[in-house]
């Protein structure tokens, strides 16, 4: 007798769907079979028995000067719960004077309290530390620390690393065994453009696309994967947003780099056309910013062909009044928030749509970002793993909208869009956080997950 059956829906996992109940026994996922016993028995008739959704690139209470994201640890997690994620990994960002292994304590500290699902932290290695050799030897004991995934940039200003830095941190990342996430513009350049748009006089939001130019992206994503190749260190490529990026993985893929890819909801249901160029076109600001249909298009076929492997958010939640109040688009804070609707936007768009089958959504959004990111017992459906588990009605149509979702920004780029699919009940660790559509958990519950690789 298992504590708990989940009977009567059909087990999607990335390897394929089959008909089976599965059974949860404390934290755990006990066994796949059929006619199998339990003390509690929940009916998944007419839904998907899925993995609990992993978003590996979220923002949530993250400071921009005197700006913190509307998102708090608490709502944020809440909210992604609510729509069938169960685990997050977020970011750490150490100040000019802190060490990296103090940014990961403070980190840490902010989350516990909050957190609703299990979570894990990504360590950024700003120019500061990236230029100062004494600085990296702190590697190794964040990978003991259990924080396998360090965050470098291309862009921003004391952000980003030149290519010599990026070598240098590659080199003692990848030697010491762990991976490298990266923010992928060719950022010196960028800031010149945006300098020049401004001096004639251009402030409108779609001046953000226009002097960020796709080209400039994909020479970006190039030349890190030439360092990383020559560092021998693994790359994971944020936010991937035009075709040309595409094309660039795809191309360093096959000269033998180590590397994967994301994209993101926004880039595969936004555009730039509709959205920048309007009145509330702030709001839609992001890096890299919305491209075309062309793009969404190349996106979609590269999710399907494994040309990208993940779907993650970039939750960065800002409000209306921090995008509106901005005097021109050099000044926006950049970042959408889509934390809770991103299993269902995907569901809607790549299997309703009939550009993915039911296990590359799986794949994409549950089981890729945890194998790479090292959450090893979390993203599938095995005896053993964390009984993180979602029952996905794909009869349910839901229109986004402010009121509809949990999140904190008050507003959603997808507002008004009728998704046909969400999550019914969701388990996390083997404990039901959501029921029926509402929150039934408890702040605190989750857990700061090690990762060794």
């Not at 901005?326 to 928030?337: K, L």
Request: overall charge negative; charged content about 20%; aromatic content about 6%.
């Amino acid at each position: 007798m298992y504590d708990i059956v989940i009977t009567n829906g059909l087990v999607v996992t990335s390897g394929g769907v089959l008909e089976a109940d599965l059974a949860i026994d404390g934290e755990q996922i006990a066994a796949i079979g059929v006619r199998l016993n339990g003390d509690r028995v929940i009916d998944a008739a007419g839904a998907y028995v899925i993995p609990g959704g992993v978003d590996p690139h979220v923002h949530l209470q993250m400071q921009l000067g005197a700006l913190t994201t509307a998102d708090s640890f608490a709502t944020g997690t809440v909210a992604a719960a609510c729509g069938g994620t169960t685990t997050i990994v977020d970011f750490a960002d150490p100040q000019p004077e802190q060490s990296m292994l103090d940014a990961l304590r403070v980190r840490r500290a902010e989350a516990d309290p909050q957190v609703a699902i299990d979570y894990a932290l990504h360590m950024t290695v700003p120019t500061w530390h990236g230029a100062h050799e004494e600085r990296l030897a702190e590697i190794d004991d964040l990978l003991g620390a259990g924080c396998l995934t360090f965050k470098l940039y291309q862009a921003y200003p004391r952000m980003e690393l030149d290519d010599v830095a990026l070598y240098r941190v590659m080199k003692r990342i990848g030697a010491a065994g762990g991976r490298v996430v990266l923010h992928s513009e060719t950022g010196p350049l960028l800031e010149e453009l945006r300098r020049d748009a401004l001096a004639q006089g251009h402030t409108a939001a779609i001046w953000h696309e226009r002097t960020r130019p796709a080209r400039l992206e994909a020479t970006a994503v190039h030349r890190a994967a030439e360092i990383a190749h020559q560092a021998e260190c693994p790359l994971y490529i944020f936010h991937v947003g035009c075709a040309e990026s595409v094309a660039a993985i795809v191309a360093a893929r096959l000269r033998g780099v180590d590397i994967v890819a994301e994209s993101c909801p926004q880039y595969l249901v936004l555009t730039a056309e509709h959205q920048l160029d309007s009145p509330d076109g702030n709001l839609f600001i992001c890096a890299p910013p919305l491209r075309s249909h062309e793009d969404q298009d190349a996106l979609w076929l590269a999710l399907a062909d494994d040309d990208l492997q993940v779907v993650s958010t970039d939750h960065c939640p800002w409000t209306r009044a921090e995008k509106m109040g901005a005097p021109n688009f050099a000044t926006v804070p950049g970042g959408v928030p889509g934390i809770e609707a991103r299993l269902s936007l995907v569901h809607h768009f790549g299997i309703n749509h009939e550009q993915l089958d039911l296990a590359r959504w799986v794949e994409l959004c549950c089981t890729k970002p945890a194998q790479w990111m090292g959450l090893d017992r979390k993203g599938a459906l095995l005896p053993g793993f964390d009984a993180d588990v979602v029952i996905f009605d794909p009869d349910r149509a839901k229109t986004l909208t402010v009121d509809a979702l949990h999140e904190a920004a008050g507003w959603t780029p997808y507002d008004g869009v009728t998704v046909q699919g969400w999550p019914r009940t969701v388990l996390a660790r083997g404990r039901v956080i959501v029921e029926d559509e509402a929150f039934v958990g408890k702040l605190g519950q989750g857990r700061f997950v090690e990762r060794f690789g």
